[in-house]
């Protein structure tokens, strides 16, 4: 079956701190895997998709297919970066999204 | 960019009333709108899928004579929780994706409903 896990509830760590949040996945088809990213009060958007290989506010995600992971990566977190983030997938062929149960980021000064 | 409203933003009926939801695309056509339930401190829930003009698409678990659903548009879905009770309650959330371009969902703010 079709799965995201994002294995944090919570990570906490100090401003200026690198940061990864971690996604595994589980799927047989190609996967196409996305970052959202809930603002305390806000809608959910969308940070960053593994097709494009971008880089949105200092994130990066880099899928490994071996590992079935999309790890969210940022070198030197700030405080305006404590969200929720989920990790989603999305199946070939399909519109839908499966998402993970999020973590929650905490930047503290 | 896209944006996607809800309206109600929040709500409160009795139990036993029914309530709707409307998701609209306000700068762009929604082939696909989908709808999710969010519990306190939990990830989305994927209720259903529907494409304009056609049946909605229901999760495994999800009433769909509870929760109606009508995407009469491309801009607009309705979701319809018939006879509410309680345990009803939930932040609702519908999405939309064009169907054209780089795929992407586009979400809405969600709506809070309270059935007393």
């Known amino acids: 079956a079709q799965r995201v896990t994002q294995p944090e509830k919570l990570l906490s760590v100090f401003k200026g701190a690198p940061v990864e949040l971690k996604c595994n996945y589980s799927y047989s088809g190609s996967p196409e895997l996305f970052w959202y990213v809930q603002y305390s009060r806000q809608r959910l958007q969308l940070l960053l998709r593994?097709?494009s290989r971008e880089s949105i506010k200092g994130f990066t995600a880099d899928l490994n297919k071996g590992e079935t992971s999309f790890h969210l990566k940022k070198p030197f977190a700030q405080e305006e970066d404590s969200a929720m983030y989920y990790c989603a997938l999305r199946l070939g062929g399909f519109q839908k999204l499966v998402f993970g149960t999020g973590t929650r980021l905490l930047v503290s000064p | 960019g896209a944006v996607v409203s809800q309206h109600p933003s929040w709500v409160i009926c009795k139990s036993g009333t029914s309530v709707k939801i409307e998701c609209r695309s306000l700068?762009?056509?929604?082939?696909?709108m989908f709808w999710y339930r969010q519990f306190p401190k939990q990830s989305l829930m994927l209720m259903a899928t529907?494409?304009?003009?056609?049946?909605?698409?229901?999760e495994q678990g999800v009433e769909k004579d509870k929760f109606l659903i009508n995407h009469a548009s491309l801009t607009l879905s309705t979701l319809t929780v018939t006879s509410a009770h309680p345990e009803d309650s939930s932040f609702y959330i519908c999405?939309?994706?064009?169907?054209?371009?780089?795929?992407?969902?586009?979400f809405g703010p969600g709506t809070r409903l309270t059935v007393t």
């Open positions: 700068d762009f056509q929604a082939t696909t």
């Open positions: 529907s494409n304009e003009g056609s049946k909605a698409t229901y």
């Open positions: 593994h097709i």
């Open positions: 999405s939309a994706s064009s169907g054209t371009g780089v795929y992407e969902q586009y």
